[in-house]
């Protein structure tokens, strides 16, 4: 047998046999796409932690609004959009790292070296950055949900309490 057939793996039916370089390949796409997925969270992590900065510097004036003019208007209903905000944007910044049934990550307290046993195999390293893939795309899709939410939330908000202001505050 020749060499390049001992290297390639056998396959059923009519599909080419893969190669262990266009494997690798693979595994080097994949790991290159979950650095971008991980860009991507820091990203939205990053725009969570501004938001929650400055969401309290849009939350005073309309406070001394209500305090000057719209005193009649509950101050639980005017803050609890902007608790509503802060309650999805925590949410955004909270790490979410599930445990699933093909992760092999060993999260303990009494970790032992034979926890991290590494085997070479490339199927099993192509299916494991799949697997991050798909978790690390679980992870950003939830983050920009809620960030996006939270946002909603205060771009809403303001401006009806700047009309509140102006109808019934002047």
Same mark, same amino acid.
């Given at each position: 047998?020749? /060499?390049?057939?001992?290297?390639?793996?056998?396959? !059923? $039916?009519?599909? %080419?046999?893969?190669?262990? /370089? $266009?494997?690798?390949?693979? *595994?080097?796409?994949?790991?290159?796409?979950?650095?971008?997925?991980?860009?991507?969270?820091?990203?939205?992590? #990053?725009?969570?932690?501004?938001?929650?900065? &400055?969401?309290?510097?849009?939350?005073?004036?309309i406070l001394s609004a209500h305090e000057k003019?719209?005193?009649?208007?509950?101050?639980?209903?005017?803050?609890?959009?902007?608790?509503?905000?802060? #309650?999805?944007?925590?949410?955004?910044? &909270?790490? !979410?790292?599930?445990?699933? /049934?093909?992760?092999?990550?060993?999260?303990?307290?009494?970790?032992?070296?034979?926890? &991290?046993?590494? *085997?070479?195999?490339?199927?099993? /390293?192509?299916?494991?950055?799949?697997? %991050?893939?798909?978790?690390?795309? !679980?992870?950003? #899709?939830?983050?920009?949900?809620?960030? !996006?939410?939270?946002?909603?939330?205060?771009?809403?908000?303001?401006?009806? #309490?700047?009309?509140?202001?102006?109808?019934?505050?002047?």
């Amino acid at each position: 047998m020749s /060499e390049t057939l001992a290297d390639q793996v056998p396959v !059923r $039916g009519s599909a %080419r046999p893969v190669s262990d /370089e $266009g494997v690798q390949k693979e *595994i080097k796409y994949f790991r290159d796409f979950a650095a971008v997925y991980t860009d991507a969270i820091r990203s939205s992590d #990053f725009k969570a932690n501004i938001t929650l900065l &400055f969401l309290p510097l849009l939350m005073v004036p309309i406070l001394s609004a209500h305090e000057k003019n719209l005193a009649h208007i509950p101050v639980g209903l005017i803050l609890a959009p902007f608790l509503v905000a802060y #309650f999805f944007l925590i949410l955004a910044i &909270f790490p !979410r790292y599930l445990r699933t /049934e093909k992760s092999n990550f060993h999260l303990s307290r009494n970790a032992a070296a034979h926890h &991290f046993t590494y *085997i070479h195999d490339p199927d099993v /390293e192509l299916e494991e950055a799949k697997h %991050r893939i798909a978790l690390l795309s !679980r992870i950003l #899709f939830w983050k920009t949900v809620y960030l !996006r939410l939270s946002l909603t939330v205060c771009l809403v908000a303001i401006p009806v #309490f700047g009309v509140l202001l102006a109808v019934y505050g002047m």
